[in-house]
């Protein structure tokens, strides 16, 4: 079993077969649920980017270092 609601899509024959609030979960679960997930990932995305940069820059300072040394 897996995402309830994605089940619920994929048993859907045909539009006209869902329920009537189906469309009004589906918004609710991606406004309250995946939307703030998604933003999540873009921020953890843009600072393991910052994060790599950093490194790269320390390991270039330290081999420098090594070099003169």
């Given at each position: ?8 899509f994929?048993?859907v ?13 589906c918004q609710?679960?991606f ?12 921020r ?8 790599r940069e ?10 420098r ?5």
């Amino acid at each position: 079993m897996g995402y309830p609601l994605i089940d619920e899509f994929c048993r859907v024959s045909s539009m006209d077969s869902c329920r009537p609030d189906f469309f009004r979960r589906c918004q609710r679960e991606f406004r309250d649920i995946v939307q703030p997930q998604l933003d999540e990932r873009d921020r953890l995305i843009t600072e393991v980017a910052e994060l790599r940069e950093q490194l790269l820059r320390a390991t270039k300072k330290t081999q420098r270092a090594e070099v003169a040394a």
